[in-house]
């Protein structure tokens, strides 16, 4: 920076010390002058004074003899004095005797001084005494007082040049001092002061020589340690813009990994931030749109979507209010559908008004919310609508059907004995059979039929108009339930193993006296759960007295949790007996309830109850433990030998537990009986609905020791010749068939046949429900080994077969089993 002359110090200083100089000169000089000029003019006044008074005598003689010439010579003789300009003498009378004058205009005045100085001047004078007279004459001067004072005008000149000069030397020398001592200095320390680089960390310390102690000095260690101030403050200050350019960087890197889709849009519709989320949905690189107008972006999605998701920037824009969008339906480059919550807030950014758009994808959450959804309303095994999305349907469907004067039907599904599937093959078959059967339902059903899937085993199909008959509804609603139980009952083929199912179907027609959906479905269950009573595999349209049986039913249910919190169960035992001896030859155990009301009920009427319940196998494990117990106390009291056996019923669903072998070696072991003590009843339907896991399961336990008996044979399907390939020991007749054998032909042609087989094959037969002599007498005639029945004794409780037992003849006891 170059300063202009007149700025600086040095030439400030000098313009004022001239000034002040020459107006201090001047003032002086004037004052000076007057002082001079006033010596002057006294001077001159004396200089005249002592002239007149020596011409005096010489005008005296010429005035007393009238001497005009030598009056002339007085006035000649002043005349040559050159300042003066008229000389007069005149005589006693006022007589001029001689005058001699000189021009004053003749004279030049360079210097001006005439102006400055009055030239008006009275005549000096003197008066002449003359001897003897009484006046006096007078000797006048005349003179030009510029004349006279022209040697002072000449000194003056001089004096005033030379002050002017010294004045000038003077402001000269200042000037140079100032230049030397304050103004090269400080230029030199703002020349210093502009070279500072404060970013250097080393910095020189300014330093100005020759002046270290005084004022300029002090002044560069005030700005030494100002610079340094402000270099730490500098210093500070970069490295925080460094910081929080490193932070900046790191909450930028942060934003660009988050899985968010984030910009930040100016005003001016720039993009300011965006991360690396939002850059991919363009297919670009978020370098690549830094500072970037969105319309640029116009190109990379479809129109639609670029409206959806910069029009809103707009409104926030616009009224600086936060904004959000719950869902936003983006279809990015990459062709995906994704489904966006969206968040916008108005904001400054780097002092300018912009937006910051936040998106979370929320497509998963979105598909989750629908599966959870679909959930809800649907079976997961096999994707049929479930019981809430029936329920939820069937009211309507009923409303619809009343309107227009239609009838519609349930047609609720139930397999039989699923639950065996299940425990003895494994939930894979059941899956499968469950998958399967859906996959016929829903082949069988028409168009508007809903096939829907309650729970575990139960189907529904949902028939919304059959017709405007009733009884023509019902007659096809009975045709297409029974479709469909045949459709269920075709063979399954699962692991090369022919699985067969059945099922027990209920029928319920509406719409029915304005009856809720649940009771619709209530009533569709409980026909089907008559069917089942019936015998399953077969269909039962619902009936008002349905209802009552079912209630009944659930009766009974809560009557056995009750019975079994309350131990209102016992034991009775019905000895077997050998047909040819007569002797006891063992018993069977068989459950009663005493009922606090009711008396003894027949296992008959609850047992289906516990099996369908689950019941069963709580109690049947407490029929197993107690058995042994009252057979562990024979033993020990003599009573019970070797080769006696002691039936025990157990159910398909005990049968089917997992640690069923485990419960049976566990009540033998406790109450220390051998195993071949026990003989397992199980009906024929168990064997055929189960086989591979059953068999195992049977063979484990022959193998632990324990028999096996075939309960009411004759009544299932089952070939003698198909059981034996089982550990089985013996058949026992069922009572149906001994009932009438002395009357009925044909029965009677079943138990021979049955009786020579099983001789035949090595099995040994007990014969049921014997009540007569001549029942007994036929048995013995065709080689049945032993019977039960009320012939012999009723089922007796546990003191009364103990009688029956102590009361046997002392005969040595026979081995009636198998030499197993
Ligand atoms: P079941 O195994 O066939 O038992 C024989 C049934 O015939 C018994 O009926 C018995 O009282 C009856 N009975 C015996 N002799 C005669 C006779 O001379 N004439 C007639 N008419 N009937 C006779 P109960 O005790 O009512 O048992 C019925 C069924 O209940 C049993 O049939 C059995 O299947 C089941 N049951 C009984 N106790 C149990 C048990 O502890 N567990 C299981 N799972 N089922 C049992
Ligand atoms: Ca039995
Ligand atoms: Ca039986």
Same mark, same amino acid.
């Given at each position: 920076m170059t300063m202009k002359l007149g700025h600086h110090i040095a030439v400030k200083l000098a313009l004022v010390s001239v000034l002040v100089a020459l107006v201090l000169g001047l003032v002086l000089g004037a004052v000076q002058s007057l002082v001079d000029y006033r010596a002057e003019r006294e001077r001159i006044d004396q200089t005249i004074e002592s002239l007149l008074q020596a011409y005096e005598p010489a005008a005296a003689r010429a005035i007393y003899n009238l001497d005009t010439l030598l009056a002339e010579e007085v006035t000649n003789g002043l005349m040559?004095?050159?300042?003066?300009t008229r000389s007069l003498v005149v005589d006693?009378?006022?007589?001029?005797l001689a005058s001699r004058e000189r021009s004053v205009a003749t004279r030049t005045d360079p210097s001006g001084m005439r102006r400055l100085i009055p030239t008006e001047q009275s005549p000096y004078s003197i008066a002449i005494n003359i001897a003897g007279a009484e006046s006096t004459g007078t000797l006048i001067l005349e003179i030009d007082p510029l004349i006279a004072l022209e040697p002072f005008v000449q000194r003056s000149g001089t004096g005033l040049r030379l002050a002017i000069l010294r004045t000038m030397m003077i402001v000269a020398a200042l000037f140079l001092a100032a230049h030397w001592m304050v103004t090269r200095p400080l230029t030199i320390l703002s020349q210093r002061f502009r070279d /500072?680089?404060?970013? /250097?960390?080393t910095l020189e310390a300014l330093h100005i020589p020759h002046?270290?102690?005084d004022e300029l000095g002090v002044l560069t260690d005030s700005a030494n340690r100002f610079v340094k101030t402000v270099q730490n403050l500098l210093v500070e200050r970069d490295r925080a813009e460094k910081s929080s350019q490193a932070a900046y960087e790191n909450i930028r890197e942060l934003v660009d990994h988050l899985p968010q889709i984030i910009y930040v849009v100016n005003h001016e519709h720039r993009l300011m931030v965006v991360n690396r989320a939002f850059a991919a949905l363009f297919g670009r690189k978020p370098t690549d749109l830094d500072?970037?107008? /969105?319309?640029?972006?116009?190109?990379?999605?479809s129109a639609n979507i670029w409206h959806k998701l910069f029009d809103p920037d707009q409104l926030v824009l616009a009224k600086q209010e936060a904004l959000q969008i719950a869902e936003q339906t983006i279809v990015g480059r990459d062709g995906r559908e994704r489904v966006f919550e969206c968040q916008k807030f108005p904001l400054d950014y780097r002092g300018e008004s912009a937006v910051l758009s936040v998106s979370i994808d929320i497509t998963e959450r979105r598909q989750a919310a629908k599966h959870i959804q679909h959930l809800a309303y649907h079976d997961?095994?096999?994707g049929l609508p479930n019981r809430n999305y029936l329920l939820e349907h069937l009211d309507q469907i009923q409303a619809q059907a009343a309107d227009a004067h239609e009838h519609g039907a349930l047609i609720f599904v139930d397999l039989d004995n699923f639950k065996n599937i299940n425990d003895s093959l494994g939930h894979a078959a059941g899956d499968f059979v469950l998958c399967e059967v859906s996959r016929r339902l829903v082949a069988h059903a028409q168009d508007q039929d809903t096939v829907s899937r309650l729970g575990s085993d139960e189907f529904v199909l949902c028939i919304?108009?059959?017709?405007?008959r009733g009884k023509e509804a019902l007659f096809h609603a009975e045709f297409r339930a029974n479709v469909i139980r045949e459709l269920v009952a075709a063979p399954f083929w699962f692991d090369n193993q022919r699985l067969n199912v059945t099922a027990s179907i209920g029928i319920a027609v509406f719409p029915?006296?304005?009856?809720a959906a649940t009771d619709l479905l209530r009533n569709a269950d409980i026909a089907m759960v008559t069917a089942k009573n019936l015998g399953k595999n077969t269909c039962q349209v619902f009936q008002p007295s349905m209802s009552e049986e079912a209630s009944r039913r659930l009766a009974l249910e809560t009557g056995l949790r009750q019975a079994i919190e309350e131990n209102q169960f016992f034991l009775t035992y019905q000895p077997q007996v050998d047909?040819?001896?007569?002797?006891?030859?063992g018993a069977e155990v068989l459950l009663r309830w005493k009922h606090p009301e009711r008396g003894i009920v027949s296992p008959l009427e609850f047992i289906p109850t516990l099996e369908s319940t689950g019941l069963i196998v709580q109690v049947g494990r407490w029929v197993l433990d107690t058995a042994c117990r009252d057979l562990a106390q024979w033993v020990t009291d003599g009573l019970w030998h070797p080769g006696m056996r002691l039936g025990v019923n157990v159910s398909a669903r005990q049968f089917a537990q997992a640690d069923f072998i485990h419960q049976v070696r566990h009540s033998t072991e406790e109450h220390g009986?051998?195993?071949?003590?026990l003989d397992m009843e199980i009906t024929e339907s168990m064997l055929i609905e189960q086989m591979k896991e059953t068999v195992e399961r049977m063979q484990q336990l022959r193998d632990y020791g324990v028999f096996f008996s075939i309960d009411d044979?004759?009544?299932?399907?089952?070939s003698l010749a198909y059981l034996k390939?089982?550990?089985?020991?013996v058949i026992k007749i069922d009572q149906s068939f001994i009932r009438d054998i002395t009357d009925d032909v044909n029965d009677a042609a079943i138990v021979e046949t049955i009786l020579a087989i099983a001789r035949h094959m090595k099995l040994h037969t007990v014969a049921e429900g014997v009540e007569t002599e001549q029942q007994l007498t036929f048995l013995k005639a065709n080689g049945c080994q032993r019977y039960q029945g009320y012939y012999f004794s009723?089922? /007796?409780v546990v003191e009364d077969m103990t009688a029956l037992l102590q009361n046997q003849p002392v005969t040595p006891h026979r081995q009636t089993g198998t030499t197993a």
């Open positions: 040559t004095y050159d300042f003066v006693e009378l006022g007589n001029e /500072v680089d404060p970013t /250097v960390e002046h270290k102690e500072q970037a107008p /969105v319309t640029s972006l116009q190109g990379y999605v997961s095994l096999t919304p108009n059959i017709s405007h029915d006296a304005e009856l047909v040819s001896t007569g002797e006891i030859t009986i051998s195993p071949s003590y044979f004759g009544t299932g399907y089952s390939r089982l550990p089985i020991d009723r089922p /007796v």
